[in-house]
């Protein structure tokens, strides 16, 4: 059975770099994990491969989709499979690599088909939410999904929303959608998952360096952009935008637009490591102990 390695782990770790050593290895093209880096005109907010790594390794699912476009997981697993299907037709072996676990839970446990997701009911709910109702949500997502709502914070409004969301778009709630039809990628045996952890300090230092790098690559500049074209990213979570836009508007500095997008990030990277913390792994790699290097000479004999 062909092995895909799926690279995983928090912003900013060094996922790309791997992925892409490791691909020379195997004569693989990488399909993004990334629920951000999949859209077309923000390469450097959402810290997509630059142009070098793109040229170095071909890469499927990063920088195709419209801005104004949402990706549900059941699209995605969709995109994944037919992704896989082309680079094994071209005598190559994929390699999956991005930090959104719900991706990755979805293609390895399931996620019903009927995914869907409908721009007119979802802003309407995150109306309410903004509008300070999130306890009158949570409460309604109680009542007709009891089960689900248990694992579903009701400060989480992309969860929560994305839960009522579904409900009216099928008339059934989360838990009677996955036991009825849960699909998952074809290929899920063949997913050979590898997580790289790395000490909170050194992942805070690495974002800091990297946000200062996408300042200097045209952050504010791609965030203009979307401003003058009026591009409505409310559903990509573009950290940044706001940070930057609040620099463009003079209403703070633009040392701290930077250092609030720091901020930002490291919150967004320490959520990623708890929910990978509490998933199971083919292989854990601690970064701060092991170099990219090694972790590729350990895969490779693995394979």
Known sequence: MTTFFTI????????????IKLAKKFNSEIIGLDSRQIYKMIPI??????????NSIKHHLVGIKDLNDSVSAGEYIQLVDKTITEILENKKTPILCGGTGLYLKSLVEGIFTGSKTDSVIRSSLEQEYDNGKSDDLYKEL??????YSKKVHPNNKRRLIRALEIYKI??????????SDN????????IHTVYLRISRQTLGERIYQRTLSMMESGMIEEVQYIRDKKYNIDHIDYIGFSEISSYLDKKISIE???????????????????WFDNQSFDNVFDMDNTSVNDIVGKLVEMN
């Open 183 to 190: 699909k998952k990628s074809n290929f899920y045996k063949n």
């Open 256 to 274: 701290d637009a930077i250092e609030k997008i720091h901020i930002r990030t490291r919150q967004y990277a320490k959520r990623q490591m708890k």
């Open 8 to 19: 995983v782990g928090p912003t900013g770790i060094g996922k790309t770099s791997l992925s």
């Open 45 to 54: 907010g959402t810290a997509q491969p630059s142009e070098e790594e793109l």
């Open 170 to 179: 099928t008339g059934k709630n989360m838990t009677e959608n996955f036991k």
């Open 142 to 147: 109680i009542s007709i999904d009891p089960k």
